[in-house]
């Protein structure tokens, strides 16, 4: 299971019905955070995401993606956690996400230890990892993707029972990619494991413009989640302050082949009529969706569609 829920999903400052940007990312039992705009620990309560994270992921350093840091440590210190939570982000953010965390707290009692990365690193988590994207927004920055592994093929039970074989450690064996012996016959798992299967992809962009390296990074994705702070009305400003417009982001998803696309950091000039970037994006991107704070999407394998 890999479910979405959006924290908020305004540009720049918060509106009545926006908070700044957040997005918690559950892949089974480990929870991620992605950016932490000041008042994400609320939003957290408010939507039911849980606090238990396994790590914090931050796209840039400008204060609307982190200035919900202290609090947020704060809470979690209250709640009494001890386990460490690892924080990420892009080259030269150790200092200052030090110092912002440090703001109005004593010390913590479990250790948050910073780690940059560069676009292309990844930190792994067993069968999936969180890949560091390649973005443009200006200052160091990064995109996020929750990649997984490919997945075992599907195992023919009823082939395996017409076989003879009994269940249990030889349907296992088989179906990791061993070659078995029973009853004097050799059974290889081409007999009953099909092809490898495609995990999942979900792409989180951060601030961005539309840029080449970053339609290859989303290539192919279930889900994009991608900014779209302005219309193409406001194109130049966009181009000025390196965001994307609804209609760049769509363009983006379209040449990248991905299944879905879901729009955040909505400017506050837009927030009371998200339908004008939906219908924009829609224009080339059938689907494409705008998100709005509390709204969350479960992201299903491809063959479960």
């Known amino acids: 299971m890999i479910r979405v829920t959006f924290l908020g999903t305004a540009a720049a400052r918060p509106t009545v019905g926006r908070n700044v940007t957040s997005l918690a990312v559950q892949r089974e039992g480990d929870i991620f955070l992605f950016d932490c705009g000041e008042g994400t620990q609320r939003q957290m309560m408010r939507y039911q995401s849980g606090f238990e994270l396994s790590a914090i ?163 192919g994705a279930d889900l994009l989640i991608h900014e779209a702070t302005f219309l193409e009305e406001e194109a130049d400003r966009a181009r000025e302050t390196n965001h994307s417009t609804a209609r760049g982001a769509a363009e983006l998803a379209a040449a990248a082949g991905v299944r879905s696309l879901l729009l955040t950091h909505v400017s506050a000039r837009y927030a009371d009529e998200p339908g004008r970037i939906r219908d924009e994006a829609c224009e080339v991107f059938p689907g494409a969706r705008v998100a709005h704070d509390g709204l969350v999407v479960e992201v299903p394998f491809r063959e479960d569609v």
């Open 57 to 219: 992921f931050i796209t840039h350093l400008h204060a609307d993606h982190i200035l919900g840091l202290p609090g947020l440590l704060r809470t979690m210190a209250l709640q009494g956690r001890t386990a460490p939570l690892p924080v990420y982000g892009p080259p030269r953010s150790r200092s200052t996400l030090e110092e912002v965390m440090r703001l109005g707290s004593e010390r913590l009692a479990f250790h948050v230890p910073v780690t940059e990365l560069q676009a292309g690193d990844h930190v792994p988590f067993g069968e999936y990892a969180i890949h560091a994207i390649p973005v443009d927004h200006g200052l160091p920055a990064l995109g996020y993707g929750l990649v997984e592994e490919l997945r075992l093929g599907r195992f023919d039970i009823d082939r395996a029972r017409d076989l003879g074989i009994p269940e249990g450690p030889l349907f296992g064996r088989l179906h990791r990619g061993e070659t078995v012996e029973f009853e004097g016959r050799t059974v290889a798992p081409e007999e009953l494991v099909g092809p490898s299967r495609p995990g999942r992809k979900v792409v989180f962009t951060g601030d961005t413009r539309p840029v080449p390296a970053l339609e290859v990074a989303c290539a």
